[in-house]
């Protein structure tokens, strides 16, 4: 019984010797695998931080190089626009407050033109003398012009209100393009109620019209009441209420 069992146990230990063998053969290979590797990554990590300083300069070099060609043309248009006379300059920007031709104004849909409605103001905040001479341009401030109100904030209202309040104010007497597109606009509020109040005190410069009224079910008959005024100014008018559409040149 003695030498079977010893004979099992010396069986077992030639297997796991040659096991152990094994194991150390793939250890040496794995060594020698992690070597080559950690050898390949940190090359692999010297090129990546050679190319990242290089990625590095080149961005610093192209923001100087946009700083330098911003400095240009600053200076170019600096000197450019400065010498041109302020008759010159202020009918560049009545032009560039103008967006639409003259036959564009009515085109369907009525909508808001924020582009046109901020034109001004863009303009006036460029630099001290631009705003000067914006302010004394009256023509410049034409747009006249809300937009729907119902999805906008009390706070937002108020603020197309003023806008609306400082375009007419510096507009001084000259004609004005009125557009109020309320089509969506399905409560009036106190600020519906104070834009067309505002509208309706310069009713005498209205030259062009578009109007695309709020459904007949919230609007009264005086939200009309101000074509019942005088409009000298007028050349062309295009109002629209619930599919009724009456356009007048």
């Given at each position: ?18 096991a ?7 250890k ?26 290089l ?12 700083l ?7 200076t170019?248009?600096a ?7 302020k ?28 582009e ?29 012009a809300?937009?729907?109100l ?6 937002q ?38 834009a ?37 100014m ?16």
């Amino acid at each position: 019984m003695a030498s079977k069992f010893a004979a099992r146990s010396i069986e077992r230990i030639r297997v796991q010797k040659d096991a152990l063998a094994a194991f150390e053969d793939q250890k040496r290979k794995l060594t020698v695998a992690v070597a080559n590797a950690t050898a390949a990554l940190q090359t692999a990590q010297r090129e990546l931080n050679d190319e990242t300083d290089l990625l590095e300069r080149l961005q610093l070099n192209q923001s100087i190089l946009r700083l330098a060609i911003d400095s240009e043309i600053a200076t170019l248009h600096a000197r450019t626009v400065a010498t041109l006379p302020k008759d010159i300059l202020s009918a560049i920007f009545v032009e560039f407050c103008l967006d639409d031709g003259p036959n564009e104004f009515l085109d369907y849909p009525c909508r808001f033109k924020y582009e046109r409605a901020s034109a001004p103001f863009r303009l006036a905040s460029v630099c001290q003398s631009w705003r000067q001479l914006a302010l004394v341009c009256p023509r410049m401030w034409t747009y006249a012009a809300i937009p729907c109100l119902w999805d906008k904030p009390e706070h937002q209202q108020r603020l197309h209100c003023d806008r609306l309040d400082l375009v007419l104010r510096r507009s001084s007497r000259v004609p004005l393009d009125v557009v109020i597109p309320w089509s969506d606009d399905n409560v009036l509020s106190s600020a519906h109620k104070r834009a067309m109040h505002l509208l309706e005190d310069h009713h005498a410069r209205w030259k062009r019209v578009y109007q695309h009224a709020p459904p007949a079910v919230v609007v009264t008959a005086e939200f009309f009441d101000v074509y019942r005024l005088a409009m000298p100014m007028l050349e062309e008018i295009r109002v629209e209420i619930s599919g009724i559409v009456d356009t007048l040149r």
